[in-house]
């Protein structure tokens, strides 16, 4: 079933072929209600408990449209660059499935809510010139999700081979944006990385919306990938294949990039693409052949008849206009230019998922370069130890920039500020709170800093010989000493100087 | 048969109000007469004895308490079978629901309950509302009481016969392609399709959900308003509800007047293919309301001929979509289902068990007019012709202020006669159709027997959109002199149940001199 | 004939119903007869006529994002024809969408 298909390498299907890729997304909106009911469209909970007869299909259930779902599609078409409908209708796609309870799904057809704008995006692909990409969106629209099957039996829990599955409803009905690109056909080698760059920034800006908590892992963001391939300078696009069950930004490159190179190897070999719908596999990187899209559904679309037309008045569209955030791009930009970060900088930031983080903890008062310092540095290594998100780490922004105010104001060193750190991710409480508790505070009186001084001075005589035949070098050993005597807690740099003055 | 079945329920509410009888001896009169009857009738797929009499009783408590009635507290009330009902199953006629138990009550079920009507149970109607003989239902038909040998016409075959056969004096039905109106016309009733969005649809087992209207059907036309206003208003729960005032069809059906007000005979909707009885009976209600006062014309409505192709159309398509949902996962029938058959399979074995005849030749006609490839050809096609047939209407309504024309093209037809005939069954809604494809309301009222069978004949009145009761008054000023000039009301002329212990075999000359 | 055996046969698998080859041969030649007598609306010239899918011009009719409450889960899985760890037991799904 999943034997790797042959495959030409990367660079060679490139020298060949031209790839054209194209992307839909689908986001689960953050309404409090499920889109055609009163149900909560909050993630999980115990089986069929978030479920009426509405969203359940039951006989005689009828749909009624959530103002905020509309509103929030409206959020992303805008931010996309989109042009609103005047008048517009839902429609049924009608085809029979266990999870589905109406065996229609309510969704747009041929009259979507948003349509024909784009979204900017800079692909940096490291030794390469950062590129700059603008992806067309097709069109924005909004429909129902489904239920959720189990799998039960067989060997493997998957659909192929069980025995029976259970469905669970508590998702159906949940809004759903489906995002829908116009084909890319201009980014050459660059289309895996065009694909993960478009979807990383697509989510920042659903994000930063708050229409949605665009999490890949839990399935509130998921992604198809369609990718063809035509003969290079021939002018025409080639057979599609639609790659679904794509659920991280590194599955979204690779995906394409297995399918340019198993196409290719299709096309080499004298045969044709076939037009279908490939599984990717997290596991192998590959892609294997799903449902044929030649005997496909027919999906017998036609205007919902429960529903009435949608024609958002002008006022409404501009008034949310109006309320938009400023969106990431725009954002980045503005930060970066404050900061006074080069491009590679920003490309670090980035790349390091800290750029937020580090925005919020500027925004509490730090300075930027404290911030950075302290995201890039103590705390990415915090996280790569333990296999933790950056923004998943115990501790927030402003409580870093608390850190970093205490270190810059001389309360605290660098040392110290690592310990302040440690206390907060185990949960000792903030880090004022910390401080306290484990009585953190540099020693700068002189007194006691020249007797520790002194002690080491005598502890370590050919040292203090070395420093005092000129070899300035050497003070760095008592220094540490002192540091190590003091637990940490003395001004390095108050201990440097005093040593020097003792002893040149 | 107790007087209490043979009263209207104007004046049962009457008596309720003043005390003279109980909701529990109402209701208990009824649901005798019920069970004297409805063995030959077969109105009823479920009979609520007990839960009408509590319903009754706590309306004779609220009353004995000193609380004001409303005007259909304590009057019984036959619901078709389409309504979900939290205390009795529901089927919509079809062995797919499996003796289905909702979870919920229709908003119509709702309102019943807060006007404290009493739901008798559930009536007989062809599956999914897809007929217009009755012969439909999994169940069993239901019979004709004026000759139990005819259909009482369909879907709401069941809740016409029940009010034509004294087993309730009200009754709830829908309106799809004419579904109240036609068989209110061949039982001698009356029976109202409101305008679309008038009454809610939520609860309803939507067979087109465009088109699907719910409406009553009564003995009188003021019975049919009074349940009309005491069900119709805005729902929240559908979107399609009209957010407006109902309109104020009680005080309509009072008013019963048609002085100079202007009438048009749809020029389409008579001549070949009508019965010579329901012609001639039709004109002569045309004649009667002219000695009324109003002024009639005859008005064209070219695209009409075109109703019935497209309503053939647009039925099935929605309602290919609409049915899909009954495929034994969640609820109803499952068939098949041996452990190793896919859910593929057990979804078809179920359906091809659980639907009749009628449904799954619509199935499979909307599932061909919505296919790609013939999409526009047929359903694209439909609905241009949907606002060809309001522009008519439009039109029309431009010149007069309300258009009549016969009910059904013919009386009662006799059993099995159409079962295998799609295109002559589908015929008997030629007249009603073009009210359903435009949304507007349209009322059907008796005006005489046909003389050739001595059938009931029904005159179809139509008004413009949300102009209710427009159709209330004309039908009562219509109901009124006929009630007159016969000396007693059409019902009273019908032999099939009650031929012994009925009113003189000469007073069915009255009506159909 | 407007259509055929097999167009049937087509429609019965789009429509999951398992019609027996007797049911075919009496549906098939009923659905063209109706067919046939439908197609009556493409007479119709409708050059810039546009379709009705409502029959009254409502637009915009919205709910406020509200919770309401849910049913009781005994009371969602009653009417199930099977039922298992709080779910609607179905039969084996062929293939993935």
Not at chain 2, 89 to 105: C, E, K, M, V
Not at chain 2, 128 to 157: C, I, K, Y
Not at chain 2, 224 to 249: C, K, R, Y
Request: proline residues 6%; contains cysteine.
């Amino acid at each position: 079933m999943t034997t790797a298909p042959p495959l030409v390498p990367y660079a060679e299907a490139l020298e060949r072929y031209e790839p054209a890729i194209g992307l839909e997304t689908h986001v689960e909106l953050g309404t409090v209600t499920k889109l055609f009911c009163g149900c909560p469209a909050q993630f999980g909970g115990e089986p069929n408990t978030h479920v009426c007869p509405v969203c359940l299909g039951l006989p005689g259930s009828l749909p009624v449209p959530s103002r905020a779902a509309i509103e929030f599609t409206i959020r992303i078409g805008l931010a996309l660059n989109c042009s609103i409908a005047e008048w517009c209708r839902f429609a049924r796609k009608n085809y029979f499935y266990p999870d589905m309870p109406k065996d229609f799904q309510i969704s747009q057809y041929d009259e979507p809510l948003c349509t024909d704008g784009w979204l900017d995006v800079m692909v940096d692909e490291g030794d390469a010139e950062p590129q700059h990409v603008r992806v067309g969106i097709e069109r924005v629209h909004l429909e129902e999700d489904t239920g959720k099957s189990m799998h039960v039996g067989g060997a493997t829990g998957r659909i192929h081979g069980a025995d029976y599955s259970l469905v669970d409803y508590n998702r159906a009905g949940i809004p759903l944006v489906e995002i829908v690109t116009k084909p890319i056909t201009t980014a050459g080698a660059f289309a895996p990385a065009v694909a993960r760059t478009y979807v990383a920034e697509l989510r920042e800006v659903v994000r930063s919306l708050g229409v949605s908590d665009v999490r890949m892992e839990e399935g509130s963001l998921r992604c198809d990938v369609n990718t063809s391939l035509a003969p290079r300078g021939s002018g025409v696009l080639g057979t599609r294949t639609e790659t679904k069950n794509v659920n991280s930004l590194r599955s979204v490159e690779r995906a394409v990039r297995s399918e340019i190179e198993r196409q290719a190897a299709v096309l080499d070999a004298g045969g044709t693409v076939a037009l279908e719908t490939r599984h990717f596999h997290e596991d192998t990187g590959i892609t294997t052949s799903g449902r044929s899209k030649e005997e496909a559904e027919d999906y017998r679309y036609f205007p919902e008849p429960d529903l009435v037309p949608l024609a958002p008045p002008r006022e409404w569209v501009e008034q949310i206009r109006r309320s938009l955030p400023e969106l990431p791009s725009v954002r980045r930009e503005r930060l970066q230019a404050e900061w006074q970060l080069s491009d590679a900088d920003m490309a670090a930031l980035r790349n390091a998922d800290a750029f937020d983080l580090v925005a919020g903890t500027v925004a509490a008062g730090a300075s930027p370069a404290g911030a950075r310092k302290w995201w890039l540095g103590e705390l990415s290594r915090r996280a790569n130890e333990t296999g933790a998100e950056l923004a998943g780490l115990a501790i927030t922004p402003d409580q870093v920039a608390r850190v970093a105010e205490l270190v810059s104001s001389g309360a605290l060193n660098d040392q110290l500020a690592r310990q302040v750190i440690d206390g907060v991710l185990a949960g000792e409480g903030t880090p004022d709170e910390v401080v306290a508790a484990r009585g953190l505070a540099v020693v700068s009186d002189d007194s006691a800093l020249t007797a520790a001084v002194d002690e080491a001075i005598t502890a370590n005589p050919d040292v203090a010989d070395k420093i005092r035949s000129g070899k300035v070098a050497a003070a760095g050993v008592l220094v540490g000493a002192v540091m190590k005597a003091t637990r940490g807690q003395a001004d390095a740099g108050k201990v440097r100087q005093l040593i020097l003055e003792k002893l040149t | 048969m107790s007087e209490l079945t043979t009263m209207t329920a104007a004046d049962l509410s009457a008596a309720l109000r003043s005390k003279d009888v109980s909701a529990t001896e109402v209701t208990q009169a009824h649901l005798d007469r019920i069970a004297e009857v409805d063995g030959r009738v077969h109105a009823f797929l479920h009979v609520a004895a007990e839960e009408a009499l509590a319903a009754a009783e706590q309306v004779d408590s609220r009353r004995a308490a000193g609380a004001e009635l409303g005007p259909l507290a304590g009057v019984p009330v036959a619901l078709k079978d389409v309504f979900t009902t939290i205390d009795m199953p529901t089927t919509a006629g079809s062995r797919i629901l499996n003796q289905w138990r909702p979870p919920y009550d229709a908003t119509i079920t709702t309102r019943l309950r807060r006007a404290g009507a009493i739901i008798l149970g559930k009536t007989n109607m062809d599956e999914f509302a897809m007929g217009s003989s009755t012969e439909n239902s999994a169940f069993g038909p239901t019979r004709n009481p004026w000759d139990l040998s005819r259909v009482p016409g369909g879907s709401s075959g069941g809740s016409a016969a029940s009010v034509a056969a004294y087993e309730a004096p009200l009754a709830i039905g829908t309106d799809t392609g004419g579904s109240i109106r036609q068989p209110a016309a061949v039982c001698g009733i009356t029976g109202m399709k409101p305008t679309y969005g008038g009454n809610s649809r939520y609860g309803l087992i939507a067979f087109a959900s465009s088109l699907d209207t719910p409406g009553p059907l009564a003995r009188t036309v003021l019975d049919a308003a009074l349940l009309q206003e005491a069900i119709s208003g805005h729902d929240p729960m559908d979107a399609t509800s009209i957010d407006e005032a109902a309109p104020p069809v009680v005080a309509a059906a009072r008013q019963a007047d048609v002085a100079g007000l202007r009438i048009g005979v749809v020029t389409e909707l008579s001549g070949e293919g009508y019965q010579p009885g329901v012609l001639s009976r039709f004109s002569q209600a045309v004649e009667l309301l002219e000695s009324l006062g109003a002024k009639v014309t005859e008005v064209s409505c070219p695209h009409f001929r075109y109703a019935l192709p497209a309503y053939y159309l647009i039925a099935p398509s929605e309602c290919s979509s609409n049915l899909a949902r009954f495929d034994a996962m969640r609820y109803g029938l499952r068939v098949g289902d041996d452990g190793t058959r896919s859910a593929e399979e057990v979804m078809s074995l179920t359906r091809e068990a659980g639907f009749g005849a009628e449904v799954k030749r619509r199935i499979m006609l909307g599932t061909y007019a919505l296919s790609s490839g013939y999409y526009e050809a047929y359903y694209g096609k439909a609905q241009q012709v949907r606002t060809l047939i309001a522009r008519d209407f439009e039109a029309a309504f431009g010149q007069v202020d309300v258009l009549v024309s016969p009910t059904t093209p013919t009386t009662a037809f006799p059993l099995g006669e159409r079962t295998d005939d799609p295109m002559a069954m589908y015929l008997a809604d030629l007249c009603t159709i073009p009210s359903n494809l435009a949304g507007n309301a349209a009322i059907s009222v008796p005006c005489g027997l046909a003389p050739e069978d001595g059938l009931p004949v029904g005159l179809q009145v139509m008004t413009p959109v949300l102009a209710d009761d427009r159709a209330y008054r004309v039908a009562a000023a219509a109901e009124a002199a006929f009630t007159e000039r016969w000396g007693h009301p059409l019902l009273a002329s019908a032999k099939g149940l009650d031929g012994a212990s009925g009113l003189d075999a000469d007073d069915t000359k009255g009506a159909g001199r | 004939m407007s259509i055929t055996r097999d167009e049937v046969v087509h429609l019965a698998r789009l429509s999951r119903l398992a019609l027996g080859q007797e049911e075919l041969d009496h549906l098939a030649p009923q659905l063209d007869q109706i067919i046939s007598a439908v197609a009556r609306v493409q007479e119709v010239a409708a050059e810039g006529i546009p379709p009705t899918s409502h029959a009254l011009p409502l637009t915009n009719v919205f709910r406020e994002d509200e919770i309401v409450p849910c049913l009781a889960a005994d009371v969602v899985l009653s009417e199930a024809p099977a039922v298992e760890q709080q779910r609607f037991k179905v039969p084996r799904i062929l293939a993935e969408d």
